[in-house]
């Protein structure tokens, strides 16, 4: 079945640094890419997601590029931010199926 | 801003007890969906629904039922919990065609199973 792999449980990092957080997937088809972000304490929020027109998704600094020969969706910050602590999923689904697969997980803190 | 609420926030439950977790979405969507997250574990898919009437078997539905008997109530039935059941659940509710992926989660519910 379709499945996303998130290798790294725990990242942590000091402030300013840059940040790739690596997700894979497996999909016998084209799926679409998702990373959500879960705060301490609150539900998890849609970060960015894939598009089909060869745009870079970007949102909050974040951006994340599909690499269909590679089967990854890294999510990448240029210079890391003490709000940015938080758990973040990389999820997929298929073009007309509602269901959507999560990763692991990684949760991510940065230090002063 | 879309609005999913879960109810209970909290809940202590007997092995073999039966529990009930509710969700309701004021978001008019077709869409709603029960994940457990557990460390190490992520998001896992319980059950989801395409719409008043219908419950589809996600990832893991062992020991789980669903119903959604509205567009706006989606509930999570254990008939017989286990303490392996502990866990937070989430309910989310989400567009039509996951492609999309704006799935908006509610607060979710802390469940403990002694």
């Known amino acids: 079945g379709d499945s996303v792999t998130q290798t790294e449980g725990l990242v942590t990092l000091t402030e300013g640094l840059p940040v790739m957080l690596n997700c894979t997937y497996q999909?016998?088809?084209?799926?679409?890419l998702f990373w959500y972000v879960q705060h301490l304490n609150e539900a998890p929020k849609l970060l960015l997601k894939?598009?089909?027109?060869?745009k870079r998704p970007e949102h909050q600094g974040f951006h994340a590029t599909l690499h269909k020969s590679s089967s990854s969706f890294h999510l990448q910050k240029s210079s890391a931010q003490l709000s940015d602590s938080a758990l973040y999923y990389c999820?997929?689904?298929?073009?007309?199926?509602?269901?959507?697969?999560f990763g692991a997980g990684t949760k991510l803190t940065i230090k002063p | 801003e879309a609005a999913v609420t879960q109810s209970p926030r909290n809940k202590v439950a007997v092995t073999g007890g039966k529990v009930t977790l509710s969700c309701n979405q004021t978001?008019?969507?077709?869409?709603m969906y029960w994940y457990r997250q557990d460390t190490g574990h992520g998001l896992r898919l319980i059950h989801y629904?395409?719409?008043?009437?219908?419950?589809e078997k996600g990832d893991i539905p062992d020991g789980y039922k669903a119903s959604r008997p509205s567009q706006e109530n989606f509930s999570l039935i254990l008939e017989l919990a286990t303490p392996s059941q502990t866990s937070v659940y989430f309910c989310?509710?989400?567009?039509?065609?996951?492609?999309?992926?704006?799935?908006?989660f509610g607060e979710g519910s802390k469940l403990t199973v002694l």
């Open positions: 989310a509710s989400g567009e039509d065609r996951g492609n999309t992926g704006q799935l908006y």
């Open positions: 999909s016998t088809y084209s799926p679409f």
């Open positions: 894939s598009f089909t027109d060869n």
């Open positions: 999820a997929l689904s298929l073009y007309g199926n509602e269901k959507i697969t």
């Open positions: 978001n008019n969507h077709n869409n």
């Open positions: 629904s395409y719409g008043a009437g219908s419950t």
